[in-house]
Nanobody
Framework: QVQLVESGGGLVRAGGSLRLSCVAS?????MGWFRQAPGKEREFVVS????????VYGNSVKGRFTLFRDSAKNTMDLQMSDLKPEDSAVYYC???????????????????WGQGTQVTVSS
């Protein structure tokens, strides 16, 4: 059983930046971030199927968010810049011990989830 713990959420003004971190208690080959705003479905943010492999970003965050991954330490950071009110959501870290063979953009591809960290962007 792998545990994922997120940190770094908070309140920021539009145009500002935040950095989220996720630490896994064990080896997670594939990792990703998702987010969920009130009343909305969980949305894909970014995935990395293996350290050093391609990083896939959701269209809504492409060019503003950057993923940093340290596979040796089982950590993953999400640098979020030029934040917008519509980025407000609970952000969840997701992981798999094994390799995800799909694109890593769907919730069902991941076995492990963190508790989430709240990001609120004020206008």
């Amino acid at each position: 059983q792998v545990q994922l713990v997120e940190s770094g959420g908070g309140l920021v003004r539009a145009g500002g930046s935040l950095r989220l971190s996720c630490v896994a208690s064990g080896r997670t080959l594939s990792m990703g971030w998702f987010r969920q705003a009130p009343g909305k479905e969980r949305e894909f943010v970014v995935s990395n199927r293996w350290g050093g492999g391609p990083i896939v970003y959701g269209n809504s965050v492409k060019g503003r968010f950057t993923l940093f991954r340290d596979s040796a330490k089982n950590t993953m950071d999400l640098q979020m810049s030029d934040l917008k009110p519509e980025d407000s959501a609970v952000y969840y870290c997701a992981g798999n011990e094994g390799l995800i063979y799909g694109p890593g953009t769907r919730e069902g591809e991941y076995h492990y989830w963190g508790q989430g960290t709240q990001v609120t962007v004020s206008s």
